[in-house]
């Protein structure tokens, strides 16, 4: 079974690379053995910032009007991709 592919659409222009980078670097270290890798694909949509789990939208910057928290992201991506696994200090709240 081919694990899945995160991929983090940025604007290019807004400056937001690094940011998709930094998140890009959380996934990996926290799903090594859950996903595939971490695509950053530079956008050719202005204002940008949408995160995709084998094209499942996750998270849209624009939806929601403002960036994911890093914990709020590894949740969601976890929620998709094994929903089983514990992420310590920043799984959710019981």
């Given at each position: 079974m081919m694990k899945p592919t995160v991929s983090i659409e940025y604007c290019p222009k807004c400056g937001w690379m690094l940011r998709a980078?930094?998140?890009a670097q959380e996934l990996l270290t926290t799903f090594t053995d859950e996903v595939h890798g971490v695509l950053l694909q530079p956008s050719q949509t202005g204002g940008a910032y949408i995160v995709r789990v084998d094209g499942l939208t996750v998270f849209d910057r624009k939806a929601h009007s403002r960036?994911?928290?890093v914990k709020e992201l590894k949740q969601l991506i976890r929620d998709v991709v094994c929903p089983e696994k514990g992420l310590g200090h920043?799984?959710?709240?019981?």
């Open positions: 980078a930094y998140m960036f994911p928290e920043s799984d959710k709240s019981v």
